[in-house]
C-alpha cells in the first residue's frame, strides 16, 4: 500500500513539472517569438504606443493570439481614431480610420500610416471598445474605456521640409561653383532623397553633394542607389548619419555639365518633399586693375584695387625681369564685396621683413611669394613645358638672373634680390587666373592666362618745406587726426611768436619715410591713421631705439633753440619721449606731409631744458646723403633698416632713394614767448570804455586763435558795483573783441579789466568808463598851425561869428582817431584859442 501511494505521488509530481516547465517554455517561446516576428516585419519603425510618427511611414506590429490570458483566433483589426479629451477626459475611441488582417500564422501586419492625422488606437475589429497597448510593436495589454486608454493611443502627424539652394546659378569651376544649401522641417532626424528628374545619375549627384570637399564635406553618402534607382542617392549629415537636417551646408557643381537642374528632395520613410533648380554656368573669370596707372612715391604706401568677377583669387605680379625685382601675390576676396584692395610697403618690400610689415588688407587675404608664404603659383619653362626645377618660385627668379643662386636656389635667397630699397622706376603688374607664370623663350616672364595689367609708377621722394603753426593750450594728442588738426591752427611766419602753454605744430611738407614711420611703429600700417609719440617717429632718426639701427637712412629731424653756449647744449625737443599729451605726431601720407605736435606747456617733460622767455627756435627736416657712396644693404636677406652709405656697416647716412653728394635740408624758425595782451583805447595808462549797451573791448594777444579766452571787467569804484565777463574770439591775426553791456553804468565809475585764458590771468589793465572815448590830437601838427593863426589875426576878428558857428564840428571832430600825444595838450591848445578870442572882443568893444 505505502509503495502504491509513493509511485502515484511521484507519478503526481513529474506530471505537475511537466506541466510547469511547459508553461514556463511556452512563455519562453512566446516573449521570444512576439519580439523576433516585429522586427521582421518589413517596415520602417515599430509601433509604440504613446509615441509620435510621421505620415507616410510605415509601422510593423506583432498581435499574439493570446493578449492580458485572452485567447483569440480573430486576425482582423482597425485602426480607430482616439480622442484623449473624450469620456470626461479619460479618452475615448472614435470612429474607423482603416481595418486590417494580420499575416498568416506570424500574426503580424504593417500599418501604412499616409494620410493619417492625429491620434489613433489599434482594436480588435469584433470589440471597438478595447484598444491594444503596443511595446516595440508588439501588442503588450489592453485597455477599455474603464481602463486607461491613453496607454494604447500613438500620434500621427504630418512632416514639413523646406529644402533651399542658396544660389539660383553656380559657375562649372572656381569659386563660384560652391553654394550652400539649407534643410529645414519639423522632425528633428531624417536621411534625405535626392534626385534630379534623372538628368543627373548617381555618381554626379554624390559629386554635388558627398565628394566636394575631400574629407571636409558635410554631407556623407547613405545609400547609392546601385541596385535600384541609379538618378538618386540618400544622404545624411557627415556628423550625425541619422539627419540632413541643417543650414548653410556646401555644396559643389564642379564638372557639371551647363544646364538647368531642377532638384527633388524627400524624405524615405515619410511623404515630406521639397524641391528647387539651379542652373550651372561656364565659369567666366575675369579679374582687373581699378587703376590703369598707379603712381606714389619710393619709401612710402602704395594702395591697389583689384576687381574680380566669377573668381575670388587671382595672382598678381609685381615687377619683372626689367626692374630687377619680382614678387609674386595670391589675393583672395575675403569679403565677397568682388575685389581686393591692399597696401604695398614700398621701404620694405623685398627685405627679410615679415608679409604683415610689406602687404596690408583690412578685408581681404593677401599672400607673398617673397614674405614668407606659398602662394600656390607654380613656374614654367615655355622651351621645354616643363616646371622650373621644383616649379618653386626661387627656381623662376633663379631662370631670370634675378638672384645669384649658382645652381643651387635657396628659399632664403629670395630675398636677395636688392641692392637697396625699391628704387623710383616703372614696375609692370600682371594679374593670373590660374597662378601659372612662365619664362618664355626670350628670357622674358609672362602669366599663363593673363586677365590684366597695369603699371605702378614708383617716383623720387623729396622735401617741399617747413612750417610752423600755432594751436591751443591742450594736449598735443588732443586733435588724433590731421582735418582736425588743420581746423585748429594757425600757421605763422618764420621768426613769428608761439605763446607758452599753446601747442606748437611744426608742418613737415616731405615723403619717402612714411613705409620706415610704419615699419617701427607699434601699430604698423594703422599708425599713419593714428599717429605715434614722439619716440616712435624718433626710431627712424636714430639707433638708440627700438633696437634697431637706422643711422644710415639719414633722415634727420630737429628743433632746437638758439641758445647754446660753451658750456651748455642749445634746448632742443625731446624725440625720445613717449607721452603722446606731450608730443604727437600725426601722418598724412597721401598729402605727403606728417605734424609734430608739441604741448609747450609740458616744459622741460618734452624738451630737453626749461624753456625761455623771447628763446628762438629753428625747426629742421633733412635728407642726408654720403658725399661718394649710396645707400646700400649691408646683409644678406637684409631687414629694413640694415644698410648705409656703401653698404660697409659704418653707419654713415646715404638717404637710400638719392645719388650721392645731394643732400636735401629744409628749415624755418620761431620764437617762443609768454602770453601777452595789448589793449586798445588806453589813455595814459587808463583803458577807456564808453558807457553804452554795446561796449566793445578790443586788442591784440600772441595767444593762439581758438583758445578759450575771456575779458573780465571788475569795478573798484564805482556805483552800482558790477563784474562782467565776454568771450573774446581770437583771430588768426592775434586781434580780439569783447562786447559789454554798461547802460546802467555812470561816467567815471572805475574797474579793472583782464584779459584771461584757459581760467589764467594774462594781463590787467585801470579803467575808467566815460561817455565817449576821448581820442588825442597829434600834438606837431597842432604846433605847426599856431603861427598862420597869429598871422591871420585881422581876417580872424573879422571871420569870429563863423569860428563861433563851428565851433560844434570842433567837438565831433575829437571823436575822430588821431595820432598819438602828449596828454591833455589839446586842452591848452583850446584855453589859448578862447582868451585869444575873448582878448579880440574887449578891444573891439574899445
Same mark, same amino acid.
Given at each position: 500500500m505505502t509503495e502504491r501511494n509513493y509511485t502515484y505521488k511521484a507519478r503526481a509530481l513529474f506530471l505537475a513539472a &511537466?506541466?510547469?516547465?511547459?508553461?514556463?517554455?511556452? @512563455?519562453?517561446?512566446? =516573449?521570444?517569438?512576439?519580439?523576433? +516576428?516585429?522586427?521582421?516585419?518589413?517596415?520602417?519603425? @515599430?509601433? %509604440?504606443?504613446?509615441?509620435?510618427?510621421?505620415?507616410?511611414? /510605415? =509601422?510593423?506590429?506583432?498581435?499574439?493570439?493570446?493578449?492580458?490570458?485572452?485567447?483569440?483566433?480573430? @486576425?482582423?483589426?482597425?485602426?480607430?481614431?482616439?480622442?484623449? $479629451?473624450?469620456?470626461?477626459?479619460?479618452?475615448?475611441?472614435?470612429?474607423?480610420?482603416?481595418?486590417?488582417? &494580420?499575416?498568416?500564422?506570424?500574426?503580424?501586419?504593417?500599418?501604412?500610416?499616409?494620410?493619417?492625422?492625429?491620434?489613433?488606437?489599434?482594436?480588435?475589429?469584433?470589440?471597438?471598445?478595447?484598444?491594444?497597448?503596443?511595446?516595440?510593436?508588439?501588442?503588450?495589454?489592453?485597455?477599455?474605456?474603464?481602463?486607461?486608454?491613453?496607454?494604447?493611443?500613438?500620434?500621427?502627424?504630418?512632416?514639413?521640409? $523646406?529644402?533651399?539652394? $542658396? /544660389?539660383?546659378?553656380?559657375?562649372? /569651376?572656381?569659386?563660384? =561653383?560652391?553654394?550652400?544649401?539649407?534643410?529645414?522641417? +519639423?522632425?528633428?532626424?531624417?536621411?534625405? %532623397?535626392?534626385?534630379?528628374?534623372?538628368?543627373?545619375?548617381?555618381?554626379?549627384?554624390?559629386?554635388?553633394?558627398? %565628394?566636394?570637399?575631400?574629407?571636409?564635406?558635410?554631407?556623407?553618402?547613405?545609400?547609392? +542607389? /546601385?541596385?535600384?534607382? $541609379?538618378?538618386?542617392i540618400t544622404i545624411a549629415l557627415a556628423e550625425n548619419s541619422e539627419t540632413a537636417e541643417g543650414d548653410e551646408r556646401e555644396i559643389n557643381f564642379t564638372g557639371i555639365d551647363e544646364g538647368e537642374y531642377g532638384f527633388n528632395f524627400s524624405v524615405p520613410d515619410s511623404t515630406a518633399e521639397s524641391s528647387d533648380t539651379v542652373e550651372v554656368t561656364e565659369r567666366d573669370t575675369d579679374s582687373s586693375f581699378s587703376e590703369g596707372v598707379t603712381t606714389d612715391t619710393a619709401g612710402d604706401i602704395a594702395e591697389f584695387t583689384v576687381e574680380m568677377d566669377d573668381t575670388d583669387e587671382v595672382w598678381v605680379q609685381f615687377g619683372d625681369e626689367d626692374v630687377g625685382f619680382i614678387d609674386i601675390l595670391r589675393l583672395e576676396d575675403d569679403d565677397d564685396d568682388d575685389e581686393v584692395t591692399f597696401q604695398v610697403n614700398t621701404r620694405t618690400l623685398g627685405t627679410s621683413a615679415d608679409r604683415d610689415d610689406v602687404y596690408n588688407s583690412e578685408d581681404d587675404i593677401v599672400e607673398s611669394e617673397v614674405h614668407d608664404d606659398d602662394t600656390g603659383a607654380t613656374f614654367w619653362d615655355e622651351d621645354t613645358d616643363e616646371q622650373l626645377g621644383g616649379g618653386e618660385f626661387v627656381d623662376y627668379l633663379d631662370e631670370l638672373n634675378l638672384i645669384d643662386a649658382d645652381g643651387d636656389a635657396d628659399e632664403d635667397d629670395v630675398d636677395e634680390q636688392l641692392t637697396r630699397p625699391l628704387q623710383p622706376a616703372d614696375y609692370e603688374l600682371t594679374a593670373a587666373t590660374d597662378g601659372q607664370f612662365i619664362v618664355n623663350s626670350d628670357g622674358e616672364t609672362e602669366a599663363d592666362e593673363e586677365l590684366d595689367s597695369a603699371l605702378f609708377e614708383l617716383t623720387e621722394p623729396g622735401i617741399e618745406g617747413v612750417t610752423i603753426h600755432k594751436a591751443s593750450a591742450d594736449n598735443a594728442d588732443e586733435d588724433d587726426n590731421v582735418a582736425d588738426l588743420l581746423n585748429s591752427t594757425t600757421a605763422i611766419e618764420g621768426g613769428e611768436e608761439v605763446a607758452m602753454d599753446d601747442r606748437l605744430v611744426v608742418q613737415v611738407e616731405a615723403t619717402g619715410l612714411y613705409g620706415a614711420a610704419a615699419y617701427e611703429a607699434d601699430s604698423g600700417f594703422d599708425a599713419l591713421e593714428d599717429g605715434t609719440t614722439l619716440n616712435q617717429f624718433n626710431r627712424i632718426l636714430t639707433d638708440d631705439n627700438h633696437g634697431n639701427n637706422w643711422a644710415g637712412e639719414g633722415i634727420n629731424f630737429e628743433v632746437e633753440a638758439d641758445d647754446a653756449t660753451g658750456n651748455q647744449e642749445a634746448t632742443s625737443l625731446d624725440l625720445t619721449n613717449n607721452n603722446a599729451g606731450d608730443g604727437y605726431v600725426l601722418y598724412d601720407e597721401e598729402n605727403g606731409q606728417f605734424f609734430v605736435v608739441v604741448d609747450t606747456s609740458a616744459d622741460s617733460n618734452v624738451f630737453s631744458d626749461e624753456l625761455d622767455e623771447g628763446a628762438e627756435f629753428s625747426a629742421e627736416f633733412e635728407y642726408e646723403t654720403d658725399s661718394d657712396n649710396r645707400y646700400e644693404f649691408n646683409s644678406e636677406n637684409p631687414a629694413p633698416y640694415q644698410g648705409d652709405a656703401g653698404g660697409d656697416g659704418d653707419g654713415d647716412a646715404a638717404y637710400p632713394y638719392f645719388q650721392a653728394d645731394s643732400t636735401q635740408t629744409e628749415s624755418t624758425s620761431f620764437t617762443v614767448e609768454e602770453r601777452t595782451v595789448t589793449f586798445d583805447n588806453v589813455n595814459d595808462g587808463v583803458l577807456e570804455i564808453p558807457v553804452s549797451d554795446s561796449a566793445e573791448v578790443t586788442g591784440t594777444t600772441n595767444v593762439a586763435p581758438g583758445s578759450d579766452a575771456e575779458v573780465r571787467i571788475s569795478s573798484t569804484d564805482a556805483d552800482p558795483s558790477f563784474r562782467s565777463t565776454a568771450d573774446a574770439e581770437i583771430s588768426e591775426d592775434g586781434t580780439f573783441s569783447a562786447e559789454f553791456d554798461f547802460s546802467d553804468q555812470s561816467a567815471g565809475d572805475l574797474a579793472e579789466t583782464t584779459f584771461r585764458v584757459a581760467g589764467s590771468s594774462v594781463d590787467t589793465v585801470d579803467t575808467e568808463l566815460v561817455e565817449s572815448v576821448s581820442t588825442e590830437t597829434d600834438a606837431p601838427d597842432t604846433e605847426t598851425d599856431a603861427p598862420d593863426t597869429e598871422t591871420d589875426a585881422p581876417d580872424t576878428e573879422t571871420d569870429a561869428p563863423d569860428t563861433e558857428t563851428d565851433a560844434p564840428d570842433t567837438d565831433t571832430a575829437t571823436e575822430e582817431p588821431t595820432s598819438t600825444s602828449t596828454p591833455g595838450f589839446g586842452v591848452v591848445v583850446a584855453l589859448t584859442a578862447l582868451i585869444a578870442a575873448a582878448l579880440l572882443a574887449v578891444r573891439r568893444n574899445d
Open positions: &511537466l506541466m510547469v516547465f511547459s508553461v514556463f517554455a511556452g @512563455t519562453v517561446a512566446f =516573449a521570444g517569438t512576439a519580439a523576433a +516576428n516585429a522586427e521582421q516585419t518589413d517596415s520602417d519603425v @515599430t509601433l %509604440n504606443s504613446g509615441s509620435t510618427y510621421w505620415d507616410g511611414q /510605415e =509601422a510593423g506590429i506583432y498581435i499574439p493570439d493570446d493578449v492580458d490570458g485572452d485567447t483569440t483566433s480573430t @486576425t482582423d483589426y482597425q485602426v480607430r481614431s482616439f480622442d484623449p $479629451d473624450g469620456n470626461d477626459g479619460s479618452g475615448s475611441i472614435g470612429g474607423l480610420e482603416e481595418e486590417f488582417s &494580420l499575416d498568416g500564422d506570424d500574426r503580424t501586419a504593417v500599418i501604412d500610416t499616409s494620410g493619417y492625422d492625429g491620434e489613433f488606437v489599434i482594436t480588435p475589429a469584433d470589440d471597438s471598445s478595447t484598444a491594444i497597448v503596443f511595446v516595440d510593436g508588439n501588442a503588450d495589454s489592453t485597455e477599455t474605456s474603464d481602463g486607461n486608454l491613453e496607454d494604447a493611443a500613438f500620434e500621427v502627424t504630418t512632416q514639413n521640409l $523646406d529644402v533651399e539652394i $542658396d /544660389e539660383d546659378s553656380v559657375n562649372d /569651376e572656381g569659386e563660384n =561653383a560652391v553654394t550652400e544649401i539649407d534643410v529645414d522641417s +519639423n522632425r528633428a532626424n531624417y536621411q534625405l %532623397n535626392v534626385s534630379a528628374n534623372g538628368d543627373l545619375d548617381a555618381g554626379e549627384l554624390s559629386d554635388i553633394f558627398v %565628394n566636394n570637399d575631400g574629407d571636409d564635406a558635410d554631407y556623407q553618402l547613405i545609400d547609392e +542607389n /546601385e541596385d535600384g534607382d $541609379d538618378d538618386e
